[in-house]
T-cell receptor, first 115, second 114 residues
Framework: AQSVSQHNHHVILSEAASLELGCNYS??????LFWYVQYPGQHLQLLLK??????LVKGIKGFEAEFIKSKFSFNLRKPSVQWSDTAEYFC?????????????FGPGTRLSVLP | DAGVTQSPTHLIKTRGQHVTLRCSPI?????VSWYQQVLGQGPQFIFQ???????GRGNFPDRFSARQFPNYSSELNVNALLLGDSALYLC?????????????FGEGSRLTVL
């Protein structure tokens, strides 16, 4: 069965530090890839997505992610985090050969940014 | 613009009872999906409905059922509740039902089963 893993359960950074959150998926076919963010007390929001084309995608709030097909990875990066980036981050995958929208989510990485 | 709205936001039930959760998608969205998020885990797919028809079903028992109405709102029903059904139930909508869509989530209904 398809699965998504995220490398870190909890990451603690100081403001202005660089961020990289790892995401790997297990499916060998063509996939759509997503990063969602959940700020404290808020609903899940789309941060960025990859469907095809340039494997380096840019999202909101200065986030970017790189799709490396050979490594089945879609890591999230931000060069300089802010306190407001404190949130839970979820990587998600949807298989292209799915008839519908069966998104498989990773377990999430909690990011705490210290002021 | 109104986002995805879910009701109730919180509810407490006892084992063996039945629960109905409701979802209104973003205006113009025709697809509704349901996810279960257990504390400390990512959301897990339960159902997708598009144009009132079931488009996908996750690995959940038959105690879980759903439907979509002509106005594209949706209900998730869970019968014979178990302690393990305690979770945040998320509804997500999208314009189309295809696998290239992105999901827009509501804030969820938090179910506690005692």
């Amino acid at each position: 069965a398809q699965s998504v893993s995220q490398h870190n359960h909890h990451v603690i950074l100081s403001e202005a530090a660089s961020l990289e959150l790892g995401c790997n998926y297990s499916y060998g076919g063509t996939v759509n890839l997503f990063w969602y963010v959940q700020y404290p007390g808020q609903h899940l929001q789309l941060l960025l997505k990859y469907f095809s084309g340039d494997p380096l995608v840019k999202g909101i709030k200065g986030f970017e992610a790189e799709f490396i097909k050979s490594k089945f990875s879609f890591n999230l990066r931000k060069p300089s985090v802010q306190w407001s980036d404190t949130a839970e981050y979820f990587c998600a995958v949807n298989r292209r050969d799915n008839y519908g929208q069966n998104f498989v989510f990773g377990p999430g990485t909690r990011l705490s940014v210290l002021p | 613009d109104a986002g995805v709205t879910q009701s109730p936001t919180h509810l407490i039930k006892t084992r063996g009872q039945h629960v109905t959760l409701r979802c209104s998608p973003i205006s113009g969205h025709k697809s509704v999906s349901w996810y279960q998020q257990v504390l400390g885990q990512g959301p897990q797919f339960i159902f997708q409905y598009y144009e009132k028809e079931e488009r996908g079903r996750g690995n959940f028992p038959d105690r879980f059922s759903a439907r979509q109405f002509p106005n594209y709102s949706s209900e998730l029903n869970v019968n014979a509740l178990l302690l393990g059904d305690s979770a945040l139930y998320l509804c997500a909508s999208s314009w189309g039902g295809a696998n290239t869509g992105e999901l827009f989530f509501g804030e969820g209904s938090r179910l506690t089963v005692l």
